[in-house]
Each structure stands twice: as C-alpha cells, then as structure tokens.
C-alpha cells in the first residue's frame, strides 16, 4: 500500500454546498482568483477596521474637545464608556442578523448608520449629544469585523480561510497604530469636528 493511500484527502480551499444559489457560486467562482481574493482581504480588513478607528482616533483631541463642548475628563471618558456598551451588546446580533438577511444589507445598512452617526459626532454642540451620537457609532460599528469572518467562513475553507484571517488579522493590527497618528495630526491642523468627518468618510 504506497504511503499517498494512508493520507486524507486534501479540503478544497472553497466552500461548495448542495443547497448554495446560484449567487453564491458565482461569487466563489469570482474570488478563486488570487488577485480577486487580495481585493476581498483589503476590503474585510477595512470594514473591521472601522472599530478600531472610531475609538483610537480621537484619543487625542480629548483636551480640545472639554475645552470646546464644554466637557469634564470624566464626561469625556464616557464617550467611550457608551461606545464600548454599544458595542459589545449590538454585536451579538450582527452575525444571526446577517444570516437571516444577507451580509451585504447588514454591511451597507450598519456603515451608513454609522457615517450618519459621525456626522452627528462631528456637529454636536455639548457633550450630551456627543455622548448619544457615540453610542449610535459604538452600536454599529462591529458589523464590518463580525460579518467579514462570516464571509470568509461562506467563500473559503480549510488552509485558504486560515490564511485569509491572518492577512486580515495582520492589516486590522495596522489601525491601533495609525488611528492615534491621523487623530493627532486632524486635530492640529484643523479642528476635533474633522476627526469625525472623516469617519464619516471613512464609513
């Protein structure tokens, strides 16, 4: 008996199933290309990174920003507090949500609310509206991180979804690092009110 016998049969890097449409074969179809599947990566890093920004960026204009609402420390340091109750509670509902209805609505519908909701961040005359408007941002802004491995999960399998979590591991690493840098440097040469809309942009 040669040795190849004894070994298991290698899993396809792709997820076919008897019940998958018509539309999902042809988007596993259209991501067996090496370039196509590099776009997809930078894509699902960027919606996860959305997370990381809307906290880490304006980290820096803190000083500005009680100056300017006017705001405590303390009163500023919920804006976090509110964004991470948001959104560790509202994630739980993202991936049953985008299964019931589709990853793309659930994307497109949760970066919109989030951009409105940076608008709303960057024209907030007090620190109470501040304070909603971050709670709306904190609410939606795990959608991109929880619902890009789900897609992962639905186009890859095997050794090709490992590697495809690590490349967007590796890229969503980037935005602690450079979030403070952009925050820092909006602050100093325009105004806190930008941070925001750039997140808007962003989103």
């Known amino acids: 008996m040669r040795r190849n016998d004894l070994e298991p049969p ?23 290309s090496g370039r196509e599947r590099m776009k997809l990566t930078w894509l699902l890093a960027a919606l996860a990174m959305l997370g990381p920004f809307s906290i880490d960026t ?4 803190f000083p500005t920003m009680e100056a300017a609402l006017p705001a405590t420390e303390v009163q500023m340091q919920l804006t976090l507090t509110v964004y991470f109750i948001g959104f560790a509670i509202v994630s739980l509902f993202h991936g049953a949500i985008s299964d019931s209805i589709g990853r793309k609505p659930v994307i497109i519908g949760t970066i919109c609310v989030h951009a409105l909701a940076s608008v ?8 109470e509206s501040l304070l ?16 890009g491995r789900a897609v992962v ?8 979804a490992q590697r495809q979590l690590s490349r967007i591991s590796m890229l969503f690493a980037l935005a602690p690092i450079v979030a403070p840098i952009l925050g820092g440097w909006l602050v100093a040469h325009l105004a806190w ?10 989103a």
């Not at 290698?10 to 067996?32: E, G, H, K, N």
């Not at 304006?58 to 204009?61: S, T």
């Not at 941070?195 to 962003?202: A, M, S, V």
């Open 10 to 32: 290698a899993r396809p890097a792709f997820t076919v199933s008897a019940a998958a449409s018509d539309s999902q074969l042809a988007l596993i179809a259209r991501y067996a």
């Open 58 to 61: 304006y980290l820096p204009a």
């Open 120 to 127: 709303g961040c960057a024209l907030a005359a007090s620190i």
């Open 132 to 147: 909603a408007f971050r709670a709306l941002q904190g609410c939606f802004a795990g959608a991109g991180f929880v619902v």
């Open 153 to 160: 999960r639905d186009l890859f399998a095997g050794h090709e």
């Open 193 to 202: 009110p930008a941070i925001f809309w750039f997140l808007g942009g962003y």
